[in-house]
């Protein structure tokens, strides 16, 4: 199979195969900065498993790599840790819901959420779930983690901080969200010198 860069379009399967490409040219851009040159990849894996997604341009999810290893989600629910020198699948979640947030790492876990409003803390080696907490709506950005603490927004404007170890509910911090607002969005939350950033949908 070979696969060509389109500007603006750059899909999940295509950011796996990347990870993963052993044989694969040096890019070479035009002068619109554009990818011209064709990839022919070592390996690909299929990140969908319901048929009307083959014809989906593009997928958001983000692609967490550590030792050697993918994780990341997709539009079909499903959370996956993939080889990246071979291409094979390791281990599958299914979280029910797309999972489009990067993954973060913690200790031997990753953190992710998806859009049915569930944070994952997930065993690295073993796809494992340790534990689960509802925040009742979609979480699609990164999870920051700091203090022992992981904090996440969901897209209802609710910030919450929760116990990274067990899980618990610690506290949360509502927005109003303007109904006039015609799209919902959310901003990954960042740590800094022992403070806490996070962006809102009402501007």
């Given at each position: 199979?070979?696969?060509?860069?389109?500007?603006?379009?750059?899909?999940?399967?295509?950011?796996?195969?990347?990870?993963?490409c052993m044989s694969a040219q040096p890019?070479?851009?035009?002068?619109?900065?554009?990818?011209?040159?064709?990839?022919?990849?070592?390996?690909?894996?299929?990140?969908?498993?319901?048929?009307?997604?083959?014809?989906?341009?593009?997928?958001?999810?983000?692609?967490?790599?550590?030792?050697?290893?993918?994780?990341?989600?997709?539009?079909?629910?499903?959370?996956?840790?993939?080889?990246?020198?071979?291409?094979?699948?390791?281990?599958?979640?299914?979280?029910?819901?797309?999972v489009l947030a990067k993954p973060v790492?913690?200790?031997?876990?990753?953190?992710?959420?998806?859009?049915?409003?569930?944070?994952?803390?997930?065993?690295?080696?073993?796809?494992?779930?340790?534990?689960?907490?509802?925040?009742?709506?979609?979480?699609?950005?990164?999870?920051?983690?700091?203090?022992?603490?992981?904090?996440?927004v969901n897209n209802k404007n609710a910030?919450?901080?929760?116990?990274?170890?067990?899980?618990?509910?610690?506290?949360?911090?509502?927005?109003?969200?303007?109904?006039?607002?015609?799209?919902?969005?959310?901003?990954?939350?960042?740590?800094?010198?022992?403070?806490?950033?996070?962006?809102?949908?009402?501007?």
């Open positions: 199979m070979v696969y060509r860069l389109y500007p603006g379009i750059f899909s999940l399967l295509a950011s796996v195969i990347f990870a993963g890019l070479r851009f035009d002068e619109n900065k554009r990818a011209v040159e064709f990839l022919t990849p070592a390996w690909a894996v299929s990140l969908y498993t319901i048929p009307s997604m083959a014809y989906k341009p593009v997928d958001q999810a983000r692609v967490l790599t550590h030792r050697n290893v993918g994780y990341v989600g997709g539009w079909d629910g499903l959370f996956r840790a993939i080889a990246l020198g071979s291409g094979k699948v390791l281990w599958t979640v299914d979280m029910s819901e797309p790492l913690v200790d031997e876990d990753v953190l992710v959420g998806s859009m049915g409003g569930k944070l994952y803390r997930v065993n690295r080696s073993s796809g494992q779930v340790i534990w689960t907490y509802d925040v009742e709506s979609s979480i699609v950005s990164q999870i920051a983690v700091a203090g022992g603490r992981a904090f996440l910030l919450f901080a929760l116990d990274v170890k067990t899980g618990k509910y610690l506290w949360h911090k509502n927005r109003t969200h303007k109904t006039e607002f015609t799209m919902d969005g959310q901003g990954a939350p960042l740590t800094a010198d022992g403070r806490l950033y996070a962006g809102f949908s009402d501007g």
